[in-house]
Nanobody, 121 residues
């Protein structure tokens, strides 16, 4: 069994910063791409940023230049540093990871339960 646990969400004023973390744990053999998605009220879940196993990042246009994704392979953790936050960044942020468990040869996508980010004055 593999679990993803996010942390770091909260309330922040426009222009502020937050750092999200997501740690993967369980019977993990290997982790591929890790990423962050978000879902605002009444909207579909969308990709924010992801990073592959060799550290190459990919960003949604709306966050490019403001958000930075990184990962620590030693601790199976992915981070999202967010600066210059805007009210439209308000959403539940979900961590995602493609994981090969120790008992299988297949990579499967796992999701965290989400952490709420609210940008408001």
């Amino acid at each position: 069994q593999v679990q993803l646990v996010e942390s770091g969400g909260g309330l922040v004023q426009p222009g502020g910063s937050l750092r999200l973390s997501c740690a993967a744990s369980g019977s993990i053999f290997s982790i591929g791409t890790m990423g962050w998605y978000r879902q605002a009220p009444g909207k579909e879940r969308e990709l924010v940023a992801d990073i592959n196993s060799v550290g190459i990042p990919n960003y949604a246009g709306s966050v490019k230049g403001r958000f930075t994704i990184s990962r620590d392979s030693a601790t199976n953790t992915v981070y999202l540093q967010m600066i210059s936050l805007k009210p439209e960044d308000t959403a539940v942020y979900y961590c995602s990871a493609f994981v090969r468990a120790a008992t299988t040869q297949l990579f499967m996508r796992y999701w965290g339960k989400g952490t709420l980010v609210t940008v408001s004055s």
